[in-house]
Structure formats: C-alpha cells, structure tokens
C-alpha cells in the first residue's frame, strides 16, 4: 500500500482508548469485520493456539535481541502471548484497522499503534524482529510489501511469516477472507531473493489438514464451480470448525506436540500452512 511522505511524517498522538495514531487516521479506511470475528474465537480456537506456540517456538530457535513488532496483528492475540513470554523485551501491535487495536486494549495489549507500518517509529523503539502473521496473503504486492518493510529493519533482524499453503487448497473461505494467494515454500526462497533477504528458515504446519481441507472445502467449491454454482461460507460454519469435539481437540493436541517437537530441530515437509523466517543481511 503506498504511503504518502506527508502521512509517513505525521505526528503520533495518544487517544482516549490509550492507542497510538496519526493526526490523519480519520481518513483510514478498513473493513473491520474480520477483526471482530477473528475476536471472537481467538481464545477458544485449537488453530490459533497452535500458531502461537509454532511463533514462539521459531523465536525461540531464531532468537531476536531487541524488541518485536507485529505488522497486521489484528487483535493482539501474539501480542499478548508474546508480551507474556518475553516479558524482558517490548511487544508492538502495528495495526491499520481501529477495532482490532480496540480488542486489543481489551486483552491487556499495552502498545497498540493504529496506523501504516511505514509510520512507526520502528528505529526509536530498536525493533529488529517483526511479525508477519496470516498478512502477506491479503497484499497484492507481497515483494513491494517486504521490500518496504526491510528498510526500516537494521541488518541481522528477523521476520517472522505465517500464510496459508497450496494454491490447490484454494477455496471460498480464500475468496471471502480477500487473499490473492497461497503459498508453497519454494516462493519464499524465490520471494526473498527478489526483496534481497536471506531465506532462513521454512516448513510446512498443521500437517494434518490438507486431506480434510481438500475434501470439507477445496473438492467441494471446484465441484461448485465446475456446475456454475455458488458456495458461500458463512461465519457460524468457520466459528464450529475453530471449536471440534473434544476427542479430534485431543487427537490435534497431540499432532501439534509433534510438530513443535520437529520445528525445534528440523522442519516438516507437508501442511495446510508454511511457517517462514526472513532474515535481512
């Protein structure tokens, strides 16, 4: 998203709901639905756990020395989780859509900032780590993103990356959550190259979900397509599929104690998500 010089160089100012934004912020406009929603099954949800720990354990392998921003980070779900476990270093919510800073005042987030990446003071409060969770997806322009975004990062940080993989698990739900891909770990070493990062590291997580993706969703909207009909996937479906039985919560607990086990030491080859680390020479 370009960003004028005259925004970049606005004054931050402290609002009523304790949030960081720019003197021009009433004329930033963001679907906030997609906040909200994510709100809501956030705390209770197997899959946002589990991207959780995944973060924690890649900064933990891939360590980072000063403090953390994460760009996008709707709710301030990481925020949180990271603030808690790294409670020596500061933990930055940078996030353009004002409800999402707004729930994340909620959860106890102390430093939410409502505004474009490009305007955060990213040298002045020594950030050389940066979170890019479930983001690039949504950006058309992923290299001009990142490109962008290295510059205001001192040599040797680190940029932490989830999205969704395989294209061919494309369905509605990427239609309706506005992503313009998935993506396979092979576009990564290409897309690091190309915005003049080291490709660190990268796997492949939840590796259990691609077979029930393929048959609940991907078979399912090709199927629809092919017999020129709609499937539309409502909010209420996506908040059960957040919240399974307890038993397939136990069976994925334990699949999930796995699969730190192997991110810790190795990787993992197969998945319905890529888990990335950037590192800028």
Not at 110 to 130: H, M, S
Not at 133 to 159: C, M, R, W
Not at 177 to 189: I, K, P, Q, V
Not at 261 to 270: D, G, H, I, P, V
Request: hydrophobic letters at 40%.
């Amino acid at each position: 998203m370009a960003v004028s010089e005259e925004i970049k160089t606005a004054p931050l100012v402290l609002d009523k709901n304790d949030i960081w934004r720019a003197s021009h912020a009433e004329k930033m406009s963001y679907p906030e639905e997609g906040n909200n929603y994510c709100f809501a099954v956030e705390d209770n949800s197997f899959w946002f756990k589990h991207r959780n720990d995944v973060i924690l354990t890649l900064t933990q392998r891939f360590k980072f020395a000063k403090n953390f921003a994460d760009v996008g980070g709707g709710n301030g779900f990481q925020v949180k989780f990271l603030s808690e476990k790294y409670p020596e270093k500061q933990i930055f919510l940078i996030e353009p859509g004002y409800a999402g800073c707004l729930n994340a005042k909620k959860r106890g987030v102390k430093e939410a900032y409502n505004i474009f990446f490009q305007e955060f003071p990213f040298a002045e409060k020594q950030i050389n780590a940066v979170g890019l969770f479930d983001v690039i997806e949504h950006i058309e322009n992923d290299k001009a993103f990142l490109t962008s975004l290295a510059q205001y990062l001192p040599s040797g940080s680190h940029i932490y990356i989830t999205v969704p993989a395989h294209q061919w698990l494309w369905s509605e739900v990427d239609d309706e959550s506005g992503h313009y891909r998935r993506y396979n770990l092979e576009m990564f070493d290409k897309l690091a190259k190309d915005c003049g990062l080291e490709y660190t590291y990268g796997s492949y997580i939840f590796s259990y979900l691609p077979p029930i993706m393929g048959v609940l969703r991907a078979i399912p909207f090709r199927l629809a397509k092919l017999f020129g009909k709609t499937r539309k996937n409502t909010l209420d479906a996506e908040f059960d599929n957040h919240t399974p039985s307890k038993l397939a919560t136990a069976i994925f607990d334990k699949i999930h104690s796995w699969e730190l086990a192997q991110l810790r030491k190795s990787k993992m080859s197969f998945g319905a998500s890529c888990a990335v680390v950037l590192t800028k020479r």
